[in-house]
């Protein structure tokens, strides 16, 4: 019996690596002889660097970046030597979880040390760039990336601006002409997570400004700064992506990394399911075990435990989902490929001791599954009746 586990991160518990290995130690209690291959997973957000560095055997390296608020902050990427492919995480940069919203003011926010990472990238050798956007704490329409990578704000003094929201009313023209030439030869793929354009009522500043501690005063200065910056953005390269679905991704990054880098937005599970070969790697599985935190309605968009389940439908292969929580409407998942869906509880409890049980929880949860399955195959097998035992044979 092969089985497949292939979980997300479980946030503020568990790492995705570290979730997988509690999922194939319970399945391995009840199923000591079945052969289980971990591959941990993410859609985009915090924790799928580390997703694909352990399941592509990628080389994790560190270099020195600004973060979001202009400090130095040591960012890890990914490097795959063998398909000269880098992975950069822009919340490993400017993340949310790095970023105190309280404290600092996303006008001031940049992505400049994103491009730093870029950078560093072609240096060793880059020509495909694997870029996940989910959980930023900017809103710069990747202007701080843009300039990190060679380009540059300019006023009507000719003096170049700092690369933040702050002070795009002030661009008179942005100059691409000096942008690293190596770009041209670098084949992006922008993993996102939400479908939003650059601007608008449901662009980047309206919708996730205030997520990023963005006041209602601020999301209006955001949505015209952004807007200032895309038509002049536009004079720069002749085209406008501002529409495009995903261009609000992290803030506007998507909207960069198609404008400049011309990259393929695609969803974050999609893209990591690719880059570890994921059909193939379910082709003759009998099983599959994902989860995350949370499983509702919400997942439907294009979390983990639903790309996976999409995915291993076409193969015909049955999926469980083991959900720190089932939220509103999560029965909806079974429309999607997921076979049965549980809790990850085992009774009443408050959720920081779910967080410090969630490996124990883990292990106990995936062993009555596998005992389950287990059985259930075994019934099955029983009920096919053997040769000359329910069959007419003509001759």
Not at 4 to 26: F, H, N, Q, T
Not at 104 to 110: A, H, K, T, Y
Not at 309 to 322: D, G
């Amino acid at each position: 019996m092969k089985i497949v586990i292939a979980p997300d991160s479980y946030k503020g518990s568990l790492s995705a690596e570290s979730a997988a290995d509690a999922m194939a130690k319970g399945v391995a209690r009840a199923l000591p002889s079945a052969v289980l291959l971990q591959c941990p997973m993410g859609d985009g957000g915090e924790g799928t660097l580390a997703a694909l560095v352990a399941s592509t055997g990628a080389e994790v390296r560190h270099t020195d970046v600004t973060d979001a608020h202009g400090g130095t902050r040591r960012a890890a990427w990914g490097w795959h030597s063998e398909s000269a492919t880098a992975y950069v995480e822009l919340a490993e940069v400017c993340g949310l979880q790095y970023t105190d919203i309280h404290q600092r003011s996303i006008l001031d926010g940049s992505t400049y040390g994103v491009g730093q990472l870029i950078s560093e990238s072609l240096k060793v050798g880059a020509t495909s760039l694997v870029l996940t956007l989910g959980g930023s704490a900017t809103n710069d329409a990747g202007a701080g990336l843009l300039v990190a990578l060679g380009g540059r704000l300019v006023d009507k003094h000719g003096h170049e601006l700092p690369p933040c929201p702050r002070n795009f009313s002030q661009i008179d023209r942005i100059d691409i002409s000096q942008l690293d030439g190596r770009l041209k030869n670098l084949e992006v793929v922008a993993a996102v997570d939400v479908d939003n354009p650059l601007i608008g009522k449901n662009g980047a500043s309206a919708i996730y400004g205030p997520q990023k501690g963005a006041s209602l005063g601020d999301v209006n200065q955001l949505e015209s700064a952004l807007r200032l910056f895309a038509d002049k953005l536009y004079d720069a390269v002749g085209h406008d992506v501002s529409e495009y679905p995903g261009a609000g991704a992290a803030g506007g990054v998507g909207y960069m990394a198609k404008a400049i880098l011309n990259a393929e937005l695609k969803p974050g599970i999609d893209v990591v399911m690719g880059q570890v070969g994921f059909l193939n790697l379910i082709d003759d599985a009998d099983l599959v075990i994902t989860g995350e935190g949370r499983l509702d309605g919400q997942s439907l968009a294009g979390k983990t435990p639903i790309g996976i389940s999409r995915c291993a439908s076409k193969l015909n292969v049955p999926v469980i989902v083991i959900a720190g929580q089932l939220g509103y409407d999560w029965r909806a998942s079974y429309e999607h490929g997921v076979t049965a869906a549980f809790s990850l509880m085992d009774g009443p409890m408050r959720l920081e001791e779910a967080l410090g049980k969630t490996r124990q929880l883990l292990i106990d949860r995936c062993e009555s599954v596998a005992r389950l399955f287990h059985e259930a195959s075994m019934c099955h097998m029983r009920s096919i009746p053997k040769l000359g035992e329910g069959f007419v044979i003509v001759t």
